[in-house]
């Protein structure tokens, strides 16, 4: 190639750089411009955008997408509901600032992530608080719904997969999502398109974590001091001009990294002394003649005698043996059915031939036990999430320290005692329109009767109650919530 050729290829190449510079620039002016826009309507501090690359603009696409929808129908709702969407802006608007921090500089010590995170980890508080404040609220599932998913911004600290977390958030919000859809959907649609938006915000959130974040927030390898990033200044909190200097900051809540060290009693010092040298210099050593394991005659010789204590020292306590796990029990003794240690067992069905036999059902876990033809009494005792299903009882259904239990009742039983249980689903049918329930300690019951259209509808058993004195006696009324 000639001179005149390799000069002019040169002049070209060199134009061709300056104009994809400029190209660079302006696209950098462009999406600076869109991330103060859209930071200041999240209530975020201004960041360039170009800070956090795609992983940045991916996550204002969320922010004006998911998030919008979420914030527009908490404010169709109103109210606390309304209030808690804005503290969920807070928190969002503080984790791009952190996404933006980490995409520009290299991973920080766990002391300046821990200040990295607090304006996160307080956000996420309020939320909770705000539910914890007003449980009495009509509004309670949905407060639930938030306070339950949004610990799913975690997900900054979570490696090394931290997509399957967020998962696990927004399963839990589901489920109080799922209370609001079921009490709204035949009242106000716009409290179930308020439910299925959060679940969509969680849901994307989840997806975009995949995407950007696969193993972990991305930290720039080739970045800067954290410290001295953009946007850290905003993480601390400064005092307001002409006000008083705001409250130390509460303790983290929703978020913790997960490498830090946890709370505990400080073992150096206890090391420290089993590392000191000379610590067996004292001992004796054992002869072969001495051991035991060599010299199978001597095992029969060894059992310490019961009064026996070692010198030098009181006998410590022995430590109380496991209570062996008792085998399945399915038997009928002479007029009581005994149902006890069933594990997994969705398959037990008894038929009770007289009416005077009874059901004993003891310490039982995930199974489901079918109770065919009438039975005198039944009682469910120590078990956790167990279904039974009975056709009538002639005298009573004992529920007693159980957990996350259901019982339907497909035909007649005219009393049912809860006992010192929490999480009780009981199913009538319309033959129990006269029955009685007592309860007494219990929390988390509803009762579900069925209607014309077959149909379960749900209602709760007052848990808290009010007295006081009227005209010198004692007067206790359920407590009844409102707003």
């Known amino acids: 190639m000639s001179e005149a050729a390799l000069a002019n290829l040169i002049k070209r190449l060199e134009t061709a750089t300056q104009r994809l ?5 302006r696209k950098s002016g462009a999406e600076g411009g869109a991330s103060s826009s859209t930071s200041a309507s999240a209530s975020a501090p201004s960041t360039p955008s170009a800070a956090g690359g795609p992983a940045t603009a991916a996550l204002d696409e969320l922010i004006a997408g998911p998030l919008s929808a979420y914030v527009s129908a908490s404010a169709g709702v109103g109210g606390l509901v309304q209030e808690q969407a804005q503290v969920v802006q807070e928190a969002i608007a503080a984790q791009k600032v952190l996404i933006q921090i980490a ?19 307080q956000a996420i508080m309020k939320i909770t608080e705000l539910r914890e404040k007003n449980r009495a609220s009509q509004l309670y599932n949905h407060l639930s719904t938030v306070s339950e998913g949004i610990p799913g911004l975690g997900w900054v600290v979570v490696e090394p997969a931290p997509g399957p977390f967020v998962g696990e958030m927004r399963d839990s919000a589901q489920f109080w999502a799922n209370r609001v859809i079921k009490d709204q959907k035949d009242k106000d649609k716009s409290h179930v398109d308020w439910a299925n938006s959060f679940v969509t915000f969680l849901t994307e959130l989840q997806t975009y974590v995949k995407k950007y974040h696969t193993t972990g927030l991305a930290w720039n390898p080739r970045g800067g001091d954290a410290k001295s990033a953009p946007g850290t200044a905003s993480t ?31 073992t150096g010092a206890l090391f420290s002394q089993l590392n ?3 610590l067996t210099s004292g001992l004796r050593k054992v002869d072969k003649s001495e051991m035991t394991h060599k010299n199978p005659e001597l095992r029969a010789a060894s059992v310490v005698k019961a009064g026996a204590v070692p010198s030098g020292g009181e006998r410590a306590p022995a430590a109380k043996a496991a209570a062996p796990k008792a085998p399945p029990k399915l038997q009928l003794d002479g007029s009581k059915w005994a149902i006890e240690n069933q594990m997994n067992n969705n398959e037990i069905c008894i038929e009770p031939t ?13 199974s489901t036990i079918q109770i065919k033809g009438k039975i005198n009494t039944v009682t469910m005792d120590n078990c956790k999430k167990v279904g039974l299903v009975i056709d009538s009882a002639v005298s009573t259904i004992d529920i007693v320290n159980c957990k996350s239990v259901q019982v339907q009742i497909t ?3 005219p009393t049912v005692v809860i006992d010192k249980t929490d999480g009780v689903q009981l199913y009538l049918s319309t033959d129990c329109a006269d ?49």
């Open 354 to 366: 007289e009416f005077r036999q009874v059901a004993y059902i003891y310490n039982c876990q995930n």
């Open 276 to 278: 000191k040298e000379g």
């Open 103 to 121: 995409a520009a500089s290299k991973k920080p010590d766990m002391t300046l992530l821990q200040d990295l995170l607090k304006p996160t980890q």
């Open 21 to 25: 510079e400029e190209v660079t620039n």
């Open 236 to 266: 601390k909190p400064s005092a307001p001009a002409g006000g008083a200097p705001p409250p130390p900051p509460a303790p983290a809540v929703g978020i913790e990294p997960t490498s830090s060290k946890p709370a505990g009693p400080d």
């Open 411 to 413: 035909g007649r039983a």
């Open 435 to 483: 029955i009685e329930i007592l309860t007494a300690k219990c929390s988390e019951m509803n009762v579900l009767t069925q209607g014309d259209d077959g149909e379960f509808v749900e209602q709760p058993i007052a848990e808290q109650f009010k007295t006081s004195f009227k005209n010198g006696a004692l007067i206790t009324v359920a407590v009844e919530h409102s707003g």
